[in-house]
């Protein structure tokens, strides 16, 4: 197995890509100290039918299926070393999550493009195209490594793919916010589900 650390120069790059894009996404905040938009800008307006009930508000919603799709795929991470646990929910739920996490990847990153193409398009003047730039960019690299994982042999490939997902929490954290919020709060309570688990399954059976 291959040890070169060049493997990491397309991560690099699209870490680089992500960091000037949220860079520039803060320079062009009409935003102020007071946390009030600056001459009106920065306020949401319906565009094209966008609303409750216009079509803006599917894609927005997309926006927020993803992010849930990306925690799902994400914890697969606290159940990757427990395939072997005390705990035959953790073992079955780890099996189940290492079957599915390359469907919910792509999945992700689907259902993210057509949520990015559609804002990218019909409001092109909102600051959040940075940020959600920035995320796919970091997305984009994640899927690329998840596709090349096990076809090129080089050992640094699960570490760069793994903190590559690392990198987009924050990154998704100030584009969707709340409900990035929630989803990282949830991925974080699946872990401590995980170790409640195993401690029961490790304690041994009182006999009465």
Same mark, same amino acid.
């Given at each position: $197995?291959?040890?070169?650390?060049?493997?990491?120069?397309?991560?690099? #790059?699209?870490?680089?890509?992500?960091?000037?894009?949220?860079?520039?996404?803060?320079?062009?905040?009409?935003?102020?100290?007071?946390?009030?938009?600056?001459?009106?800008?920065?306020? $949401?307006?319906?565009?094209?039918?966008?609303?409750?009930?216009?079509?803006?508000?599917?894609?927005?919603?997309?926006?927020?299926?993803?992010?849930?799709?990306?925690?799902?795929?994400?914890?697969?991470?606290?159940?990757?070393?427990?395939?072997?646990?005390?705990?035959?929910?953790?073992?079955?739920?780890?099996?189940?999550?290492?079957?599915?996490?390359?469907?919910?990847?792509?999945?992700?990153?689907?259902?993210?493009?057509?949520?990015?193409?559609?804002?990218?398009?019909?409001?092109?003047?909102? =600051?959040?195209?940075?940020?959600? #730039?920035?995320?796919?960019?970091?997305?984009?690299?994640?899927?690329?490594?998840?596709?090349?994982? =096990?076809?090129?042999? =080089?050992?640094? $490939?699960?570490?760069?793919?793994?903190?590559?997902?690392?990198?987009?929490?924050?990154? #998704?954290?100030?584009?969707?916010?709340?409900?990035?919020?929630?989803?990282?709060?949830?991925?974080?309570?699946?872990?401590?589900?995980?170790?409640?688990?195993?401690?029961?399954?490790?304690?041994?059976?009182?006999?009465?």
């Amino acid at each position: $197995m291959k040890t070169k650390k060049t493997i990491w120069i397309p991560a690099i #790059l699209a870490a680089v890509a992500a960091v000037l894009l949220v860079a520039y996404y803060f320079y062009v905040s009409p935003f102020q100290g007071s946390g009030r938009p600056a001459d009106g800008a920065g306020v $949401m307006r319906p565009l094209g039918g966008e609303g409750p009930e216009g079509g803006g508000e599917i894609f927005k919603t997309l926006g927020t299926i993803s992010v849930f799709l990306g925690a799902c795929s994400f914890s697969w991470f606290w159940f990757k070393r427990k395939l072997k646990s005390p705990s035959m929910l953790v073992r079955r739920t780890g099996k189940f999550l290492r079957s599915v996490h390359k469907l919910l990847g792509w999945a992700t990153l689907a259902v993210i493009a057509i949520h990015g193409i559609y804002f990218l398009f019909a409001k092109p003047e909102e =600051n959040k195209i940075y940020t959600g #730039l920035a995320g796919f960019a970091i997305l984009l690299a994640i899927a690329g490594y998840g596709f090349f994982i =096990n076809k090129v042999r =080089n050992k640094w $490939m699960r570490t760069v793919h793994r903190s590559l997902g690392l990198l987009w929490v924050p990154i #998704l954290l100030l584009h969707a916010g709340g409900s990035a919020i929630v989803a990282v709060i949830a991925s974080l309570a699946v872990w401590v589900l995980v170790r409640v688990l195993e401690r029961k399954g490790k304690e041994p059976l009182k006999t009465v």
